[in-house]
């Protein structure tokens, strides 16, 4: 991260409800650049939507601190309320009033903090204009599709020019082709605003088709902080490995320790070179194989059995179980015009793969 300050800065932030078991929100440190989408990531109960109430203010943190554009809002003795944070929040549920008009409910935000009426109509009109609703200032909420309720929410919190923009699964109610045409108008929408935004998603496609940088949360904890890319290719450990992309996390061992970011691994009985951290010892380890890593191949030293096999346009999406591993499952791509049928035997070679770091550090 370059030495300018933070958009948003969390470090250590834990929350702990009353009467359960383990922290919601579990010493959570983390920086947003400005300018950046952010998403964060995680499996249902991780405490993502915890964690993003905790920087819009709605809940207070039992230890750490919460800054925004170098101010803290929540720490030790420290609580700014909701409504003084300058947040723009955007949720799966629109919560517009319904029975207002567009503009009525994008003015809102702007009568509420007594902007002159002039200014107020000149704002509404360019953060319609940014999402596209020009000429549905009349309209009423319940004459409009999902997405362009959805766009309304967008302006409404776009209206009020605030330094952060929140987003709490807000595709969540929307069938998939609206979906994918709002995935496109957020990145329009950041692109345009050039707002700070941390969105809120177990959806991992969403997360890499919009985020700059992809933050993984598991079990309150962070576990891992990268761009796609990076998380796709290089995830910091087996949890992010198996939530993240499809691939399969299997057992094997380093054979040679680490040169030039690859080492000699020995996975189902054959020898591989694969892809690893600088520093990466021998020994027993954790091996991430995406599809595109294993590669049907007659002469290939590793044989399996094929479990499932789903054509999927242009190509099948395969399932296999090496036959040095009973229960494993690998998946990859075999091309679209050829036979494979559950029970068949393949020969497999690993072209690339992953070492699984030890431990559970949320490195980059
Ligand atoms: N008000 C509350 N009181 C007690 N426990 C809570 C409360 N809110 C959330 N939790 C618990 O805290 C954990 C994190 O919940 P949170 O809603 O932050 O997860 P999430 O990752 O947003 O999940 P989802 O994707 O299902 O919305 C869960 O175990 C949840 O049951």
Redesign the pocket.
């Known amino acids: 991260m370059p030495d300018q300050m933070p958009a948003l800065l969390i470090d250590s932030a834990s929350r702990h ?1 009353a009467g ?1 078991a383990a922290p ?1 929100v579990d010493g959570v440190t983390l920086d947003v650049a400005a300018g950046e989408f952010l998403a964060l990531l ?1 499996p ?7 964690l993003l109430r905790m920087v819009a203010g709605f809940e207070r943190l039992d230890a750490g601190r919460i800054a925004v554009g170098g101010r803290t809002l929540s720490g030790p003795s420290t609580h700014v309320p909701p409504e003084e944070r300058r947040i723009g929040l955007v949720f799966q549920s629109y919560a517009l009033w319904p029975h207002m008009t567009v503009d009525g409910n994008v003015a809102y935000p702007l009568e509420t903090a007594r902007v002159p009426k002039a200014d107020r109509e000149r704002r509404v009109r360019a953060a319609l204009e940014t999402v596209g609703l020009t000429g549905y200032e009349a309209r009423r909420p319940a004459e409009l599709s999902g997405g362009q309720r959805q766009r309304v929410a967008l302006a409404r919190c776009l209206v009020m020019s605030p330094e952060l923009v929140l987003l709490d699964e807000p595709l969540a109610n929307l069938d998939v082709h609206l979906r994918a045409a709002m995935e496109e108008e957020f990145a329009d929408f950041h692109a345009k605003t050039g707002a700070t935004m941390v969105y ?1 998603t ?1 959806d991992q496609a969403e997360a890499m088709a919009l985020a700059t940088r992809i933050a993984v ?1 598991d079990r309150g904890r962070l576990a891992q902080v990268a761009p796609p890319r990076t998380l796709y290719r290089e995830p910091a450990t087996p949890m992010v490995a198996g939530f993240v992309g499809q691939g399969a996390v299997v057992e094997g061992a380093v054979l040679t320790a680490a040169a030039e970011g690859r080492c000699r691994v020995r996975l189902f009985g054959a020898e591989a070179v694969v892809r690893c951290r600088s520093g990466q010892g021998e020994g027993p380890a954790l091996f991430c194989l995406r599809p595109e890593d294993l590669e049907p191949d007659p002469q290939g030293p590793i044989t399996a059995t094929v479990v499932r096999a789903a054509y999927k346009g242009g190509f099948v999406l395969v399932e296999a179980e090496p036959a040095e591993a009973p229960g494993v499952r690998l998946t990859l791509r075999v091309g679209g015009d050829a036979h494979v049928a559950p029970g068949e035997a393949l020969r497999l070679a690993i072209r690339d793969g992953w070492v699984v770091p030890e431990g559970d550090g949320a490195a980059g």
């Open positions: 409800y359960t919601a995680g249902s109960g991780c405490g993502k939507s915890t809120v177990h949360l």
